[in-house]
């Protein structure tokens, strides 16, 4: 079994939340270990070369699980061919299939599917209705019992279980004093969760085989539900804010809600949840999950490119195209460096616009550049570990400083002094 790769720490002033720990595939969620980063393809699943193409795209932008929808024959026989796809291509990361309606129908009826899934997702607000629902929802659990899977109960307020939220609402209006409908829905969630749960338990699955996510849309619906479950409950949790919507907005939403509650210790797993442009990255929401985690200071993915505002001292777009082309560049270069130099995203470099604060943050990365601003003499010092290295001049410092930043690179973790530390 292995953690999801990391370097640093948690290092939030909350103490993290005790969860049972749960191997998926070999990622090990909860039970102290970094937060995953996961997502989900778009495509569907039946088109083997497209899904394939997707998941090699999210795993290599550091996806560390990825979601497939299962939700038809065709989708369940194709779910072999893209592993084994996969493992061809050298990618090993595990896939979870996402059921809904006739799961318990598709894992019987596929068992290679059953086999090569890491994980299954459940949601108990469709596994079944009235007389169907505890049947159809062990037959799921079962299978996970059988082939030695985790299953994440998968608990979302579009389909949530409205015979339970029905009860709830019932109950509610009897009491004296009685609750909002907001707040009757949210124990609902909440209790979804839990009894499906406790369900699984009686059934036999262990609690190192089960994963808690309670999903709303809202920023202080979601903190509120995820607060209290992580109170009721031990089991590992994911988080996710569903329908966050597109572009900022989405990604304001999903690390407004996310980050207060990892900040508080709350989170095992997290998916940010983009709704892409038309043709657009999938791999975005990836990149935005690890944003997250490092700009918090939770996970170490990539080096971090610190770069002024800009003002108007800084009328010369030069800071900003080099910093944009560093930053471009550390991407595009990740998946080979992070094999060849362990430990390069631990590295901080600054790319500053003027006098003002230039020298001074250069200083505190590892390599920095001060650009002249407006009026300035056309020359830019470079800091190495603290210490001023260089002054570039000349139409080519943008280019002379990125050559610095690759050699500063191949020095520092070329030969092992990363992984020493």
Same mark, same amino acid.
């Given at each position: 079994?292995?953690?999801?790769?990391?370097?640093?720490?948690?290092?939030?002033?909350?103490?993290?939340?005790?969860?049972?720990?749960?191997?998926?595939?070999?990622?090990?969620?909860?039970?102290?270990?970094?937060?995953?980063?996961?997502?989900?393809?778009?495509?569907?699943?039946?088109?083997?070369?497209?899904?394939?193409?997707?998941?090699?795209?999210?795993?290599?932008?550091?996806?560390?699980?990825?979601?497939?929808?299962?939700?038809?024959?065709?989708?369940?026989?194709?779910?072999?061919?893209?592993?084994?796809?996969?493992?061809?291509?050298?990618?090993?990361?595990?896939?979870?299939?996402?059921?809904?309606?006739?799961?318990?129908?598709? =894992? #019987?009826?596929?068992?290679?599917? %059953?086999?090569? $899934?890491?994980?299954?997702?459940?949601?108990? /607000?469709?596994? *079944?209705?009235?007389?169907?629902?505890?049947?159809?929802?062990?037959?799921?659990?079962?299978?996970?019992?059988?082939?030695?899977?985790?299953?994440?109960?998968?608990?979302?307020?579009?389909?949530?279980?409205?015979?339970?939220?029905?009860?709830?609402?019932?109950?509610?209006?009897?009491?004296?004093?009685?609750?909002?409908?907001?707040?009757?829905?949210?124990?609902?969630?909440?209790?979804?969760?839990?009894?499906?749960?406790?369900?699984?338990?009686?059934?036999?699955?262990?609690?190192?085989?089960?994963?808690?996510?309670?999903?709303?849309?809202?920023?202080?619906?979601?903190?509120?539900?995820?607060?209290? =479950? #992580?109170?009721?409950?031990?089991? %590992?949790?994911? $988080?996710?804010?569903?329908?966050?919507?597109? /572009?900022?907005? *989405?990604?304001?939403?999903?690390?407004?809600?996310?980050?207060?509650?990892?900040?508080?210790?709350?989170?095992?797993?997290?998916?940010?949840?983009?709704?892409?442009?038309?043709?657009?990255?999938?791999?975005?929401?990836?990149?935005?999950?690890?944003?997250?985690?490092?700009?918090?200071?939770?996970?170490?993915?990539?080096?971090?490119?610190?770069?002024?505002?800009?003002?108007?001292?800084?009328?010369?777009?030069?800071?900003?195209?080099?910093?944009?082309?560093?930053?471009?560049?550390?991407?595009?270069?990740?998946?080979?460096?992070?094999?060849?130099?362990?430990?390069?995203?631990?590295?901080?470099?600054?790319?500053?616009?003027?006098?003002?604060?230039?020298?001074?943050?250069?200083?505190?990365?590892?390599?920095?550049?001060?650009?002249?601003?407006?009026?300035?003499?056309?020359?830019?010092?470079?800091?190495?570990?603290?210490?001023?290295?260089?002054?570039?001049?000349?139409?080519?410092?943008?280019?002379?400083?990125?050559?610095?930043?690759?050699?500063?690179?191949?020095?520092?973790?070329?030969?092992?002094?990363?992984?020493?530390?």
């Amino acid at each position: 079994m292995k953690a999801a790769g990391m370097t640093g720490y948690f290092s939030s002033p909350f103490p993290r939340r005790t969860s049972v720990g749960v191997s998926v595939g070999g990622v090990i969620v909860g039970g102290g270990a970094p937060v995953v980063v996961q997502s989900m393809t778009n495509t569907d699943t039946a088109d083997v070369d497209q899904t394939v193409a997707q998941v090699a795209a999210l795993h290599r932008a550091g996806s560390e699980i990825v979601r497939i929808t299962v939700d038809r024959d065709e989708s369940a026989a194709a779910v072999p061919r893209i592993h084994e796809r996969l493992l061809r291509l050298g990618i090993d990361v595990p896939l979870v299939g996402d059921f809904h309606y006739i799961g318990h129908k598709l =894992l #019987a009826d596929h068992p290679a599917c %059953a086999e090569v $899934l890491a994980k299954y997702r459940i949601n108990p /607000g469709n596994v *079944g209705f009235k007389e169907k629902k505890d049947r159809q929802f062990a037959a799921i659990v079962e299978m996970a019992i059988k082939y030695d899977k985790p299953v994440r109960i998968g608990v979302n307020w579009g389909s949530l279980d409205q015979e339970l939220l029905t009860r709830l609402m019932d109950d509610n209006q009897a009491k004296g004093s009685p609750l909002t409908a907001q707040e009757v829905t949210r124990e609902a969630i909440v209790q979804s969760a839990i009894l499906s749960a406790e369900m699984a338990e009686e059934i036999g699955l262990g609690r190192d085989k089960i994963i808690l996510s309670a999903k709303v849309s809202g920023v202080q619906d979601l903190i509120a539900v995820y607060t209290e =479950l #992580a109170t009721r409950s031990d089991h %590992a949790l994911h $988080l996710g804010l569903t329908e966050a919507g597109m /572009g900022t907005k *989405g990604i304001v939403a999903s690390s407004a809600a996310m980050g207060i509650l990892l900040q508080q210790g709350i989170g095992d797993t997290i998916r940010i949840s983009l709704t892409p442009e038309p043709n657009g990255d999938r791999t975005r929401e990836v990149q935005v999950s690890q944003e997250l985690l490092q700009t918090m200071g939770f996970r170490q993915f990539v080096p971090i490119v610190a770069a002024c505002p800009g003002c108007g001292r800084t009328t010369s777009t030069v800071f900003q195209e080099l910093a944009q082309s560093i930053q471009a560049d550390i991407r595009k270069n990740m998946p080979v460096w992070r094999e060849k130099y362990p430990g390069v995203e631990n590295l901080k470099v600054a790319v500053m616009g003027c006098i003002v604060n230039g020298p001074g943050e250069s200083k505190h990365a590892d390599i920095g550049i001060s650009l002249p601003g407006t009026g300035e003499t056309p020359t830019a010092p470079v800091f190495i570990d603290g210490k001023k290295a260089a002054t570039l001049r000349g139409p080519s410092i943008a280019q002379d400083f990125e050559k610095m930043v690759a050699d500063y690179i191949e020095q520092r973790y070329g030969h092992g002094k990363a992984a020493a530390e």
